[in-house]
């Protein structure tokens, strides 16, 4: 082999390198775009914090709480959630506070209970008296406190992906400080669930990946951690469980890090019906049809005068 031919060779595989190395660039920017596109919305002061929503569709009103380390989009639209309820539903969907296109606040006492009033708070913002509420991981903590400190405002209300632990013994509370810590000090974090402890499902590789991306590059960190912080705000004890007044419905995967919280709840919550979305874990669950299935069958079930297609928002 002749000089010249070993510097075209070295040329070429150069060449073919660093078109490699822009093609994963490109991929990569194109990413991160459609991770943090938006669709249009709007947006109102709740309590001096603004509160990112946005509004589509027609028929019985929707309210949809997003999972943690995301956003509305993200959760709901992305999976099509979003525009197969828009079909025959008005659907609501925002970002709660710390996250997305809502404010961030840095102090955990702007956090807890007070994310469950955001909701309340849209509502009177919107003129809505009693909706249907559905709540994702984070958003489901979220619904599921707020099915017993505001039961007049639901016709029901839908957990997915989420559970109850019982704050009186309740491994993830002890570890929220250590969640906490890594997020202020700009580390990725695994997902929650992941430090709830006990006999149950590990958070899947690609859920993993996702929560310490989203985590570490594309939230604020400091109002993560006082997000976290505050999560011990929206604890619900044992006998409020069992008083809780409106019809909950909650759909999760058998593999879902989840499930023994959803477990926990049979038998506590007066009016729960379960649904269980077989080989499916926390992350894989939003991609399944049966999933939606299962969430409009929910939603037809309780949507109130007027039914399926009929604007609700008298109680």
């Excluded at 009103?61 to 999976?79: E, I, K, M, Q, T």
């Excluded at 044992?238 to 409106?246: D, E, H, N, P």
């Amino acid at each position: 082999m002749t000089s010249r031919t070993r510097k075209s060779g070295t040329r070429r595989l150069l060449l073919t390198a660093a078109a490699g190395l822009i093609v994963v660039a490109l991929a990569a920017a194109a990413g991160v775009w459609w991770i943090t596109r938006r669709t249009p919305g709007e947006s109102f002061n709740s309590d001096g914090v603004r509160i990112f929503y946005s509004d589509e569709g027609s028929g019985p009103p929707v309210v949809l709480l997003h999972g943690f380390a995301v956003n509305s989009d993200l959760n709901w639209r992305l999976p099509g959630i979003t525009p197969r309820l828009a079909r025959e539903f008005r659907v609501i969907s925002m970002d709660l506070r710390g996250h997305g296109l809502s404010g961030k606040p840095r102090d955990p006492a702007r956090y807890g209970a007070a994310m469950a009033e955001d909701v309340v708070r849209l509502l009177d913002h919107l003129g809505m008296r009693k909706v249907q509420l559905v709540g994702y991981s984070l958003g489901g903590i979220v619904a599921l406190k707020l099915a017993v400190t505001h039961p007049e405002r639901w016709r029901s209300v839908v957990l997915m992906g989420a559970g109850w632990e019982d704050p009186q013994d309740s491994v993830f509370l002890k570890a929220l400080d250590g969640i906490a810590a890594d997020l202020a000090a700009g580390r990725g974090v695994p997902p929650l669930a992941s430090r709830l402890g006990g006999k149950r499902e590990p958070p899947g590789l690609l859920h993993t990946l996702e929560v310490r991306t989203m985590t570490r590059f594309l939230n604020d960190g400091p109002a993560l951690a006082a997000m976290v912080r505050g999560l011990r705000g929206l604890a619900v004890p044992r006998k409020a469980l069992r008083g809780i007044s409106v019809p909950v419905c909650s759909i999760v995967g058998t593999r879902d890090p989840m499930r023994p919280g959803v477990d926990a709840m049979r038998g506590l919550v007066p009016d729960l019906s379960v649904v269980y979305l077989e080989g499916a874990d926390h992350l894989s669950a939003l991609r399944r049809p049966a999933l939606q299935d299962a969430l409009l069958r929910c939603l037809r079930q309780h949507a109130g005068p007027g039914g399926r297609g009929q604007a609700s928002t008298s109680p």
